[in-house]
């Protein structure tokens, strides 16, 4: 005989907020635990992901896989998943290493050259590390230190009275122009992809077979990308955007 069953109250839990990248979130923040037993001492999650940034470094990111770091260290594979569950945590756990604390940049006198010094110490870590660019292309929960260099760009800018919305956009301008120029300017190139300096000698080669057709762009690049000394735009595009916001702070400042 069937059972009538009352219907189901709707679920008032909220969603985990971490969802399938939870073991990420344990892995940056401490709360995984440490492994009682395993190999001779030396082995950490930290010692595993500089192997793997190592490794990418040098070859890509497509070249870390654990049972290569493993190799690298001289440890089994199962060695490393006592301490790290898996690659995707790897990966995360190699960019908030590879990133280290963010510059110091209390003594400096105004949210100008704060902000500045921000972007030219995070275009140093892009470029030391060019598989970070394709390692932080996506949305994916972040690791202590990661958020220290959002908080320092958002604190960079406490002084300006802009509102909290404001700072926060202003923020995320600066970093797309940081993530664009060292994107364009990395020595490796990804796939089929070409690198910076390969992308303008090809487009200008291209531009060349039929001046009257692209005169604009041909005459940009005859004068040469590079020519001003700032090949991947840096320092052109981050003046721009920090004189967008001083407007914008010099508008706030007069309503």
């Not at 001779?40 to 497509?62: C, F, K, N, Q």
């Not at 290569?68 to 898996?86: C, D, I, K, N, Q």
């Not at 275009?123 to 959002?150: I, K, N, Q, Y």
């Not at 070409?194 to 090809?202: C, F, K, R, S, V």
Request: net charge positive.
């Amino acid at each position: 005989m069937a059972v009538n069953k009352p219907p189901r109250k709707p679920s008032t839990r909220r969603p985990a907020p971490f969802g399938e990248q939870a073991r990420s979130v344990e892995l940056l923040w401490g709360e995984r635990a440490r492994p009682s037993r395993g190999p001779r001492p030396g082995l950490s999650a930290e010692s595993i992901a500089r192997a793997a940034i190592t490794v990418a470094d040098a070859e890509g990111l497509h070249a870390v896989s654990m049972q290569r770091v493993a190799s690298e260290l001289g440890f089994t594979t199962m060695a490393l998943y006592r301490h790290v569950p898996g690659k995707e945590e790897l990966v995360d756990l190699m960019i908030d290493t590879c990133l280290g604390p963010p510059p110091p940049l209390a003594g400096l006198p105004g949210w100008r050259d704060r902000l500045s010094a921000w972007a030219r110490a995070l275009s140093a870590v892009f470029h030391r590390h060019p598989w970070s660019l394709g390692a932080t292309d996506r949305l994916r929960v972040m690791g202590p230190l990661e958020l220290a260099w959002a908080d320092a760009a958002l604190a960079a800018l406490a002084d300006t009275g802009l509102a909290a919305g404001e700072r926060h956009r202003a923020f995320l301008v600066v970093l797309g122009h940081v993530r664009s120029a060292a994107q364009f300017s990395s020595g490796k190139a990804r796939g089929r992809s070409l690198t910076g300096p390969q992308w303008a000698a090809a487009t200008a080669t291209l531009a060349r077979r039929d001046p009257a057709r692209f005169p604009a762009l041909h005459e940009v690049l005859a004068a040469g990308v590079a020519g001003s000394g700032d090949a991947d735009g840096l320092e052109f595009g981050l003046g721009v955007v920090l004189d967008g916001i001083s407007a914008l702070v010099a508008r706030r400042a007069q309503s």
